[in-house]
């Protein structure tokens, strides 16, 4: 069965560092989402993605944060400057068409910032 | 905006007992709704789903009806296992794919053998 997929599973980084989540998107999928979960609470959007470019964001999603698609298959989220309220479980998500009721995540990143 | 309220948790059941978790919306048209269930150390998996009023989601024997008048998706199971065990996210959408989910805080449930 298709599945996301997403690396690493558990990063750990300092206060400050730039650090890209990746993620594999079904292949026929059509639009893709990042969302984090910050331990025990809800699980928050933070921006979708389709035809290349960014089609919503959350006000989480602030100027330190950027998606790209570089190569047609990977799914990245960037933090330039991480800060320790960064630390959640990032996960991507993945759904094949507008209407299609039911998206597919990935098994998460755990950011650690420390 | 959107938002999704889930009863809190944690639930604690004995095996073979009836799970209900109560989840109510606010959503502007028509909404649909899902259950998300998160397994220890796992990803979101989709439960069951409902895309308009009165429809009936049911997967492994847990069940949710969307309720438009009372703007309602609680999620039930007549006997659930240990292996039921996880954390129930309810959550809506009312543009699938363009727009994305919102997610309700999350309801743990566990189940005592």
């Known amino acids: 069965e298709p599945e996301v997929t997403q690396t690493p599973s558990h990063q750990v980084t300092q206060m400050g560092q730039e650090v890209i989540l990746r993620c594999v998107p079904i292949s026929n999928h059509l639009y893709f989402y990042w969302y984090r979960q910050i331990l025990g609470q809800k699980v928050e959007f933070l921006v979708s993605f389709y035809n290349n470019e960014i089609s919503e964001k959350s006000e989480i999603f602030d100027d330190q944060f950027s998606v790209e698609r570089p190569d047609g298959s990977n799914f990245t989220l960037k933090i330039r400057s991480t800060k320790l309220e960064d630390s959640a479980m990032y996960f991507c998500?993945?759904?094949?068409?507008?209407?299609?009721?039911?998206?597919?995540f990935g098994q998460g990143t755990r950011l650690t910032v420390v | 905006g959107n938002s999704v309220t889930q009863m809190e948790g944690p639930v604690t059941l004995s095996e073979e007992a009836f799970l209900t978790i109560n989840c109510t919306y606010t959503?502007?048209?028509?909404?649909?709704l899902f259950w998300y269930v998160q397994y220890p150390g796992e990803g979101l998996q989709l439960l069951l789903k409902?895309?308009?009023?009165?429809d009936k989601g049911s997967n492994k024997g847990f069940e949710a009806t969307y309720r438009k008048e009372t703007t309602s998706f609680h999620l039930e199971k007549g006997s659930v296992q240990v292996s039921d065990s996880a954390v129930y996210f309810c959550a809506l959408s009312d543009r699938p794919g363009r727009r994305a989910l919102t997610f309700g805080s999350g309801t743990r449930l566990q189940v005592q053998p």
């Open positions: 998500a993945s759904i094949r068409t507008e209407g299609n009721t039911e998206a597919f």
């Open positions: 959503a502007t048209g028509y909404p649909s």
């Open positions: 409902a895309t308009k009023a009165d």
